[in-house]
């Protein structure tokens, strides 16, 4: 699945979570907001990796339970690889210590997922206007 305007010109957002109908509400709220930048999908650790090394994008939305390798191996790996994709966290799980884990590795938000659905739009348009925002390196 893959959304959004497709122009090689705009930033890619990529959105990382196997719930294939809270990625397509996302998406639709996100475009609702006409965001200069496109949308991609993974459904896990892999995918997500792959798409990283081949589109650059320069935001992920990165859910925390994957199938597999989770969210936080997904951080690591982009930390090793020296990734300047900027990270957005979205979990269900508040009540462990993944905040702090996750800022740790490199995530410049961690929302909860249900609650904070709302704020990703503004976090978004803050990511994609601050200086350099589409200069990712993997």
């Known amino acids: 699945m893959s959304s959004g305007n497709q122009s090689l010109q705009t930033d890619m957002v990529l959105i990382v979570d ?44 990165l859910a925390l339970q994957l199938p597999g390798r989770g969210g936080i191996e997904v951080l690591k790996e982009l930390k090793s690889l020296g990734s300047t994709c900027r990270v957005v966290v979205i979990s269900n799980d508040m009540e462990n210590n993944y905040k702090e884990e996750c800022i740790e590795l490199g995530a410049v938000h961690f929302l909860d997922k249900t609650l904070e659905f709302e704020k990703l739009p503004g976090i978004l348009k803050s990511l994609l206007t601050e200086k350099g925002a589409n200069k990712n390196t993997v």
Do not use: K, S
């Not at 639709?28 to 006409?34: C, F, I, V």
């Not at 200069?36 to 939305?61: K, Q, S, T, W």
């Open 18 to 61: 196997n719930d294939e109908q809270y990625v397509e509400r996302l998406i639709d709220m996100l475009e609702d907001t006409a965001l200069d930048c496109h949308y991609n999908f993974a459904g896990g650790f892999f995918e997500a990796l792959d798409i990283v090394h081949r589109e650059f994008p320069v935001i992920m939305i």
